[in-house]
C-alpha cells in the first residue's frame, strides 16, 4: 500500500513538473536569418518610436500575443520583434 501510494505521487509530482515547464513558443515561418544585413536592421533595445522614425511606418503591425506581450512589425526587407515597446530582434523575410 504504502508502495502504491509513493508511485501515485512521484508521477503526480513529475506530471506537475512537466506542465511548470512548458512556455508559449514564437514560431518563425518563412523567416531567413541573414547576417550580412544585420546592419540594415534594427538592433535589440531600440524603442517602437525609434523604430518607426528611422524605418518608416511597417508595412503591416501584427497584434500582440503571450505574456510577456510580443508584437511584430512587417517591413518590405525585413521583421522586427518586440517585447512590450523594445526591440529583441529583427531578421531579413524571405521575398516571395
Known sequence: MAKRIATTLAVGLLTV?????????LLLDGIEIDQPSAAE????GTSMDRVESTYGAP???????????ITRWDYPGFSV????????????????
Open 17 to 25: 513538473g512537466a506542465a511548470a515547464a512548458q512556455a508559449d513558443v
Open 41 to 44: 536592421r534594427p538592433k535589440a
Open 59 to 69: 508595412s503591416q503591425k501584427h497584434a500582440a500575443v503571450g505574456n510577456p506581450p
Open 81 to 96: 520583434y518586440f517585447e512590450h515597446d523594445k526591440v529583441v530582434h529583427a531578421v531579413a523575410r524571405h521575398s516571395s
